[in-house]
T-cell receptor, first 117, second 109 residues
Framework: GAVVSQHPSRVICKSGTSVKIECRSL??????MFWYRQFPKQSLMLMAT?????????EQGVEKDKFLINHASLTLSTLTVTSAHPEDSSFYIC?????????????FGPGTRLTVL | GQQLNQSPQSMFIQEGEDVSMNCTSS?????WLWYKQEPGEGPVLLIA?????ELTSNGRLTAQFGITRKDSFLNISASIPSDVGIYFC?????????FGKGTKLSVKP
C-alpha cells in the first residue's frame, strides 16, 4: 500500500518551454501532497505544499508563478515548470500524505529528472 | 528554523557489519521517519515512529524515537550489498517534514 507514482520519470526540453509533472497516489487518498527539488548529493528541498481544492503554499524563495501547482483531486497533483531554463534542471520529487493515517508520514514518488537544454 | 543534524555523513563498511546512524535536533518532533534513497529514485519509507521511546524493527532495521523527542537512531544489522544508498531521517509534527542531510552507506562485499 501507499504507492505514489510520478510521470514522466525523465524529461528533456528546450529552454523557454513549459513542463508538466504529474503525481498520483495510487491506493490512498492524499489531502496534502508535497513537491521537492533535489540537487546532486544534497537532501530534499521542500518547494511547496499542495492541498486538495485550495492554493498551494510555497516555501520562501520559490516563485509561485514559475512553479504552478494544481491539486484538483485527492489522488492527483501537478507541477508545471513554466518557461523552463537550464537552471531549473533538477530532480523533482513529490510525496503524498495519507489522509487516513498519521498526518506527518509522507510517501514519495520515484522522482522526475528534468533537463533543460 | 528547525534543523536536523544527521551523522555520520558517510560510512564505508564490510558486508556483515552492523551500522548505526542518528539524528538530533534542538527542536521537539512528534514523528520520526527514516527513508532510504537509491540513485535516481525517490526516498522509500523504512520505519515510521510516532511515540517517544518507541523502538520499531523492520527486518534487519531497528529505529528508536528518543525519549526527549529530539533524536532518533537507525541500526542496520548484518549489512548486505543491497543496503547501499543514502539514508535520510525526517522529523515531523507541524504538517511537513524536516530532513537530515543524509548518511551515505557503502558496503564492501
Amino acid at each position: 500500500g501507499a504507492v505514489v507514482s510520478q510521470h514522466p520519470s525523465r524529461v528533456i526540453c528546450k529552454s523557454g518551454t513549459s513542463v508538466k509533472i504529474e503525481c498520483r497516489s495510487l491506493d490512498f487518498q492524499a489531502t496534502t501532497m508535497f513537491w521537492y527539488r533535489q540537487f546532486p548529493k544534497q537532501s530534499l528541498m521542500l518547494m511547496a505544499t499542495s492541498n486538495e481544492g485550495s492554493k498551494a503554499t510555497y516555501e520562501q524563495g520559490v516563485e509561485k508563478d514559475k512553479f504552478l501547482i494544481n491539486h484538483a483531486s485527492l489522488t492527483l497533483s501537478t507541477l508545471t515548470v513554466t518557461s523552463a531554463h537550464p537552471e531549473d534542471s533538477s530532480f523533482y520529487i513529490c510525496s503524498a500524505g495519507d489522509s487516513g493515517g498519521a498526518s506527518d508520514t509522507q510517501y514519495f514518488g520515484p522522482g522526475t529528472r528534468l533537463t533543460v537544454l | 528554523g528547525q534543523q536536523l543534524n544527521q551523522s555520520p555523513q558517510s560510512m564505508f563498511i564490510q558486508e556483515g557489519e552492523d551500522v548505526s546512524m542518528n539524528c538530533t535536533s534542538s527542536s521537539i518532533f512528534n514523528t520520526w521517519l527514516w527513508y532510504k534513497q537509491e540513485p535516481g529514485e525517490g526516498p522509500v519509507l523504512l520505519i515510521a515512529l510516532y511515540k517517544a521511546g518507541e523502538l520499531t524493527s523492520n527486518g534487519r532495521l531497528t529505529a528508536q524515537f528518543g525519549i526527549t523527542r529530539k533524536d532518533s537512531f537507525l541500526n542496520i544489522s548484518a549489512s548486505i550489498p543491497s543496503d547501499v544508498g543514502i539514508y535520510f531521517c525526517a522529523g515531523g509534527g507541524l504538517g511537513n517534514l524536516i530532513f537530515g542531510k543524509g548518511t551515505k552507506l557503502s558496503v564492501k562485499p
